[in-house]
C-alpha cells in the first residue's frame, strides 16, 4: 500500500506514565535505543549517549559528531552543565575571514558565510558525550554506540518530516561531491519510508568504539575532517581538535511564580528564556493558552529578552556578559514598563532557522539528563567527512570587531542550544527542551507558561498553539489551531502575523519539545512534540 505522507501532524497524543525510566526525543528509533540502555540495566547518562548516537544516524541534517553539544545534569541531587561547544580555530581572526568571505549583510559588510570550511569550528559533541558517559555512566562508550551502529550499515526507513527537511537541502548538498555522494542518491534526498544507509559513518564509529574518542581528536577521523575543512577554505588544524576538552559548570536560573527554571549559561542563550520569562512575569498572564493577551506579553517578553541577548550574550571568556543585570527582577521590571498595548520592534532580528536535536532522559533513580545536540544549519556546513556533516557554528560569529559575539581566536561563537530543567522547592521536577534555533528560548517561554500558568500536562503543554518571533513585529502563529478572533486582535494591535500555511511552506517551523516530569511519588509523565517524528517512551 502507498500512503501519503502530508508532512503535518495532527494526531492526538495523551501523556506518557512510567516509574522505572523514561526516554523522549524526536525519533521513535533512538527513543527505543535509549529506553533499551535503562532496561539493561544503564542509567540517564548512559541512555542519553545511546539516543544521541541513533539520532546521528536517523536525523543526519540535524545532529552529529561533527557538531556541538550541551547538556544540564541531576545526579544524587546535583546540578552541573556541561558545555561541549567547540572555538573558533587558532587561525582565525577578523580580517582574514573578512577577506575571504563572499557573504555581506543589509549594509554591504562582510559577514560569516553559511557553507564550506570558513565557517566550521571545533566539533565538540563526541567529547561531550565521552565526559558525560565517563562521569556519570555505568557503560563503556563504544557499547553505546553499537545500536547506531547497526542503524548506520543496515539502514532505516526515513521518517516523514525528517525527509521533508532532507529534500529541502539538496541543492547545497550537491554542492560538494563527497555531500551529496553520502546523502543523496542520483542527486535526490531519500522520500519518506525509504531505507537509507550510511557505511562510512558505521565505519567511523566503529573506529571510535574499538580506538576511543582519540581519533577524533588528533587521530585519521580527526586528519579526514581538517583535510575537507581546509580543502574548502577553512582555517581548523589538527592542534585545534586535539586541545578541545569540554567543561562543566554551574546552571544558571531564575523562579517563574514559584517554579525555578535551570538553563546553561552563556554561551549559549539560555538567558533569553530566563529574561523573557522574568518580564513575563510582571503581567497577570491569562490560562487560555489562546488567550490574545496572553500571546501578545509573551510575544514581548521574548523580544526584550533578545535584544539584550543578541547585544551581549557570548562566550564569557573573552566578554563580559552581564548576566546579574540580565537575570535580575529589577532588571525585568524596568523592561517590562516598555511593553504597552502594541506589538513594539525593539531593534532585533531572530537568527535563522537553524535545526537540531533534543533528547531527555530521567532514569528510576531520578537522575537526568536534558540533552541537546546540533550541526547548526540543515547538515551543518554542507561538508561531509566520514559520513556525518560538519556543522558551521561559527556563522554565528560577528566580523565587527567591535561586536560582542565578534569572531576570536579560541573563542566559542553565541550558542542557540539550550537544554533546561525545572525545580520546585529545591527538588527535580522536571528535564526538558525545545529545539529549533531562535525558536528555543521562545518554546521555553510558551512551554513553561503552559504548565505553569495554565496547569497543563507535559503533552498537552506541548499541544498548545504556538508562535515564533522572526523581526521586528512579524511573528508566524500556528493560525490553524487559534479561532479567527484572536489572529484578529493580533494584527489589530499592530502585530505582522504570518499564516500557519504560508510560514510552513516557506520551510519554517514551531521547534519540537520533549518533557519528562518527575512527580513527587516518583511518576514520571512525559510528552513529545506532536510537530516531529518522535515518542516518549517509558517502562
Known sequence: MDFDYPWQFSSRRSAVQATNGMVATSHPLAAQAGLSVLQEGGNAADAAVATAAVLNVVEPHMTGIGGDMFALTHFDGEYEALNASGPAPDEADVETYRERTDETDDEGEPTMPTDGGLPVTVPGALAGWDALVSRYGREDLGALLEPAIGYAREGFPVSEYVARQWAGQEDRLAAFDTSAETFLHDGEAPA??????????ADTLDRI??????????????????????????ALTLSDLEAFEPEWTDPISTEYRGVEVLEHPPNGQGTVALEALNVAEQFDIPADPANPDRLHHLLEAIKLAFADGYEYISDPDYTDVPLETMLSKEYAAERAAEVGHRAADYGA?????????YLTVVDGDGNAVSFINSVYYPFGSALTAGGFAVQNRG?????????????????????????????????????????GGSMQPQGHLQVTSAMVDSGLNPQAALDAPRFRWIDG???????????????TNLRGRGHDVVDEDEFFESGGHWGGGQVIYRDEDGTLVAGSDPRRDGQAVGF
Open 192 to 201: 519518506a519510508g525509504e531505507t537509507f544507509r550510511n557505511p562510512d559513518f
Open 473 to 487: 513585529k512579524r511573528v508566524a502563529v500556528e493560525t490553524n489551531k487559534l479561532p479567527d478572533s484572536v489572529v
Open 395 to 435: 556563522h554565528s560569529f560577528s566580523l565587527d570587531s567591535q561586536h560582542a559575539n565578534a569572531l576570536e581566536a579560541g573563542k566559542r561563537p553565541f550558542h542557540t542550544i539550550i537544554p533546561a530543567m525545572l525545580r520546585v522547592d529545591g527538588e527535580f521536577r522536571a528535564s526538558w527542551g525545545v529545539m
Open 349 to 357: 532580528k531572530a537568527k535563522e532557522q537553524a535545526n537540531t536535536v
Open 209 to 234: 568504539a574499538e580506538e576511543g574518542i582519540e581519533t577524533f581528536y588528533g587521530g585519521d577521523v580527526g586528519e579526514a575532517i581538517v583535510e575537507t575543512v581546509r580543502e574548502h577554505g577553512g
